[in-house]
Every structure is written in C-alpha cells, then in structure tokens.
Nanobody, 126 residues
C-alpha cells in the first residue's frame, strides 16, 4: 500500500519561504507523476505544480510560476515544493499526490492522482 507523508508546513510571514516534503513508502516515484495541490477554506482544491519523475517534466500553475519550485531526491523517494516570496493568498492546506498512470491531460486535475497525503497547513501572515 502506497503512503504519502507530507511535512514542512507552518506559519511564515509574507515574503518568506517554506519547503514542503512528500515522502513515499510502498512504491517508488520512479515512474510516477507527483503533484502538489492546495485547498483554502471555502475553495476548491487547486493545482500548484507537478513533476513527471522519470522525464523531469515540470508543470506549474500560473499563480506560483517563478516563486515555487518542485524538486526531487531519487535516493530518498521524496519530492519537494520550495515556496519563495509567499503571499497571503498562498495560505492553504497543501497536499501531495501521486499517480503511476496519470496522462498529460490529467496532470493538473485532482482526479488524475489516486494517492494522496494527509495535507500540511501553510499559513502566510502579514
């Protein structure tokens, strides 16, 4: 059974940085698409970014492009989301998700990912 465990959330001032981690157990990320989504109170889950592990193709939402960066560590089977220049509107619960049969048209939608982490809260204060 695949489990995704996120860590790294917290409280940060606007303009600051945080790095989230997503560690997988039970299966390697080597052929997966790994994505980050976020959900703010009262809003739908929103795509943040994704990585195709084997091809190193990256995808980002326009709202985070240039500020957020996804990276990976093959040895640790872990994906990271580096978040810089954080804004108040980045406040949300951030989720890691993974899929091993995710096609390109599904990269940006929650339905493309069968495995999800528990979520980690990111709060940006003024």
């Amino acid at each position: 059974q695949v489990q995704l465990v996120e860590s790294g959330g917290g409280l940060v001032q606007a303009g600051g940085s945080l790095r989230l981690s997503c560690a997988a157990s039970g299966r390697t990320f080597s052929r997966a698409a790994v994505a980050w989504f976020r959900q703010a109170p009262g809003k739908e889950r929103e795509f943040v970014g994704a990585l195709r592990w084997s091809s190193n193709n990256f995808y980002y939402a326009d709202s985070v492009k240039g500020r957020f960066t996804i990276s990976k560590d093959n040895a640790k089977n872990t994906a990271y989301l580096q978040m810089n220049a954080l804004k108040l509107e980045d406040t949300a619960v951030y989720y890691c998700a993974a899929g091993w049969t995710t096609i390109l048209s599904q990269i940006r939608v929650p339905g493309g990912y069968p495995c999800w982490g528990q979520g980690t809260q990111v709060t940006v204060s003024s």
